[in-house]
């Protein structure tokens, strides 16, 4: 007997169940997605991360270099109270930068769902995410990232080999002949030719831990020649005339922030989560450089006052034992943090090549190729443009001034620009006036370096 049919439209379950309230039922998993939130630190993967400890060593080794040694060279154009005063003022503001723009870089992962993101990435997010009149100008602010970052680590590299080259000239014409500097610089990128060509920054880790030994080894031996004759305290400046301010600026700028190497440590970390933080990896690392910087900054103007050059290794004696050691540990610390620095610009131009030719043939000989034509571009540089300080004033105008104040304000500016700025949008307040601080002492900081570089590449050349 075949049952009956059910009519078509009744419920199952007889006319009764027509008067039962209608469930539904969400799957577990549905009702999950509804409150996650995408985290890309549990997404991201790194062939070979940095521990913290690694991580705090290369930051180190980021920013402590030929910057600290010219502190001096900044207190003498601030005098000891603007100095100490401007040098706190100035970590707080590049510290608080990093952390915003890391903070961007991290809402710009979760926005498109992606473990990690370039800086020129994140730029180019933030303009499609910003106002409808900005979105086309996306692709081309991430490519201007990526040149202002490649210029910037250029020019850092740049100001390594001219101080390497320098510190080694004095010691050869001590005992040799005196050749000309430039020698001293193609000798330099010859035997970096091989340590360039490390293309895993855990790898370069032992090398920065015994550039960080030679540093602080030779930073150690030179406190005898800034504690031995004091003179009188009295006669040097507590503060100078305003006007010469933006000279400390650049180099105090140039010596406290690295930011395109503070990135990519940040991006190989096993435990990103760990860097950021009151007690994180980047606040202890910039306490302790700080500490640093102020104390050669301090004890190099008192030690050496007006006569300070733009290094203080170049103050010390060139006939004794000693100060040939101090000046072979530091010079040697500061030519072994090349590779790490290299090391960024080659992450920045590869970063979208990689994404988008993982298949391709010779890439990793591609690679090999920019990273020698980098290393003989920096090295011709510093042939052309052998003054240490000017250069070293263009590299921390430049970098402060884009990286530190003006791409974390715009990225912040335009992520915040759909969802609100705060109470009296105090965020849009914050971010103007970081782009106005970075724009005027750019401008300024730049200019002055450029005009002092120019005439001394026109001396460079009417004497070859």
Same mark, same amino acid.
């Given at each position: 007997?075949?049952?009956?049919?059910?009519?078509?439209?009744?419920?199952?379950?007889?006319?009764?169940?027509?008067?039962?309230?209608?469930?539904?039922?969400?799957?577990?998993?549905?009702?999950?997605?509804?409150?996650?939130?995408?985290n890309p630190y549990e997404k991201r993967s790194v062939e070979v991360p940095l521990t913290n400890c690694d991580a705090f060593i290369s930051l180190l080794k980021c920013v402590i270099g030929t910057g600290i040694l010219a502190m001096p060279l900044a207190f003498r154009c601030s005098g000891f109270v603007v100095g100490a005063v401007m040098s706190i003022l100035l970590m707080i503001l590049l510290t608080y930068s990093i952390h915003l723009l890391i903070a961007g870089m991290t809402e710009c992962c979760r926005?498109?769902?992606?473990?990690?993101?370039?800086?020129?990435?994140?730029?180019?997010?933030?303009?499609?995410?910003?106002?409808?009149?900005?979105?086309?100008?996306?692709?081309?602010?991430?490519?201007?990232?990526?040149?202002?970052?490649?210029?910037?680590?250029?020019?850092?590299?740049?100001?390594?080999?001219?101080?390497?080259?320098?510190?080694?000239?004095?010691?050869?014409?001590?005992?040799?002949?005196?050749?000309?500097?430039?020698?001293?610089?193609?000798?330099?990128?010859?035997?970096?030719?091989?340590?360039?060509?490390?293309?895993?920054?855990?790898?370069?880790?032992?090398?920065?831990?015994?550039?960080?030994?030679?540093?602080?080894?030779?930073?150690?031996?030179?406190?005898?020649?800034?504690?031995?004759?004091?003179?009188?305290?009295?006669?040097?400046?507590?503060?100078?005339?305003?006007?010469?301010?933006?000279?400390?600026?650049?180099?105090?700028?140039?010596?406290?922030?690295?930011?395109?190497?503070?990135?990519?440590?940040?991006?190989?970390?096993?435990?990103?989560?760990?860097?950021?933080?009151?007690?994180?990896?980047?606040?202890?690392?910039?306490?302790?450089?700080?500490?640093?910087?102020?104390?050669?900054?301090?004890?190099?103007?008192?030690?050496?006052?007006?006569?300070?050059?733009?290094?203080?290794?170049?103050?010390?004696?060139?006939?004794?034992?000693?100060?040939?050691?101090?000046?072979?540990?530091?010079?040697?610390?500061?030519?072994?943090?090349?590779?790490?620095?290299?090391?960024?610009?080659?992450?920045?131009?590869?970063?979208?090549?990689?994404?988008?030719?993982?298949?391709?043939?010779?890439?990793?000989?591609?690679?090999?190729?920019? #990273?020698?034509?980098? &290393? +003989? /571009?920096? !090295?011709?540089?510093?042939?052309? =443009?052998?003054?240490?300080? *000017?250069?070293?004033? @263009?590299?921390?105008?430049?970098?402060?001034?884009?990286?530190?104040?003006?791409?974390?304000?715009?990225?912040?500016?335009?992520?915040?620009?759909?969802?609100?700025?705060?109470?009296?949008?105090?965020?849009?307040? #914050?971010?103007?006036? &970081? +782009? /106005?601080? !970075?724009?005027?002492?750019?401008? =300024?900081?730049?200019?002055? *370096?450029?005009?002092? @570089?120019?005439?001394?590449?026109?001396?460079?050349?009417?004497?070859?």
């Amino acid at each position: 007997m075949e049952p009956k049919q059910q009519d078509q439209g009744q419920k199952p379950g007889g006319p009764e169940a027509q008067n039962e309230p209608l469930t539904i039922v969400i799957p577990f998993s549905q009702s999950m997605t509804s409150f996650y939130v995408y985290n890309p630190y549990e997404k991201r993967s790194v062939e070979v991360p940095l521990t913290n400890c690694d991580a705090f060593i290369s930051l180190l080794k980021c920013v402590i270099g030929t910057g600290i040694l010219a502190m001096p060279l900044a207190f003498r154009c601030s005098g000891f109270v603007v100095g100490a005063v401007m040098s706190i003022l100035l970590m707080i503001l590049l510290t608080y930068s990093i952390h915003l723009l890391i903070a961007g870089m991290t809402e710009c992962c979760r926005r498109r769902e992606v473990p990690q993101v370039s800086m020129p990435e994140a730029v180019r997010i933030a303009y499609e995410e910003g106002p409808k009149w900005v979105n086309c100008f996306g692709r081309a602010a991430g490519f201007l990232t990526t040149c202002v970052l490649v210029f910037g680590q250029f020019l850092l590299c740049t100001v390594y080999l001219v101080f390497v080259a320098k510190n080694f000239k004095e010691i050869g014409d001590y005992y040799g002949e005196r050749y000309s500097e430039r020698y001293y610089v193609l000798g330099a990128c010859l035997i970096l030719l091989p340590l360039f060509m490390i293309r895993r920054l855990k790898y370069l880790v032992p090398l920065n831990l015994v550039s960080n030994f030679l540093l602080y080894a030779g930073f150690a031996l030179i406190m005898y020649y800034l504690f031995s004759g004091l003179p009188d305290i009295n006669n040097r400046e507590l503060a100078t005339p305003p006007a010469e301010w933006i000279e400390f600026f650049a180099i105090a700028a140039f010596s406290l922030t690295a930011v395109g190497s503070m990135l990519v440590v940040e991006a190989h970390m096993a435990h990103p989560q760990s860097y950021l933080g009151i007690f994180g990896v980047l606040n202890l690392a910039v306490f302790f450089i700080l500490i640093s910087n102020m104390f050669f900054g301090i004890m190099g103007y008192w030690r050496f006052g007006e006569s300070v050059h733009a290094s203080i290794t170049l103050n010390i004696p060139k006939n004794e034992i000693l100060s040939q050691i101090i000046k072979v540990c530091i010079a040697s610390g500061i030519f072994l943090s090349y590779p790490l620095n290299g090391f960024v610009v080659i992450t920045v131009i590869f970063s979208d090549y990689t994404k988008t030719t993982e298949r391709r043939k010779h890439q990793t000989l591609i690679e090999y190729i920019v #990273r020698i034509a980098f &290393l +003989i /571009l920096t !090295g011709a540089v510093a042939v052309g =443009v052998p003054n240490l300080a *000017a250069l070293t004033e @263009l590299e921390g105008a430049f970098s402060l001034s884009n990286l530190n104040l003006l791409c974390p304000a715009l990225i912040d500016v335009f992520l915040n620009y759909s969802k609100g700025y705060g109470r009296l949008r105090w965020k849009l307040i #914050r971010d103007i006036l &970081l +782009i /106005l601080i !970075g724009l005027i002492f750019g401008i =300024v900081g730049c200019t002055v *370096a450029m005009i002092q @570089l120019i005439h001394d590449f026109r001396t460079t050349l009417s004497s070859m």
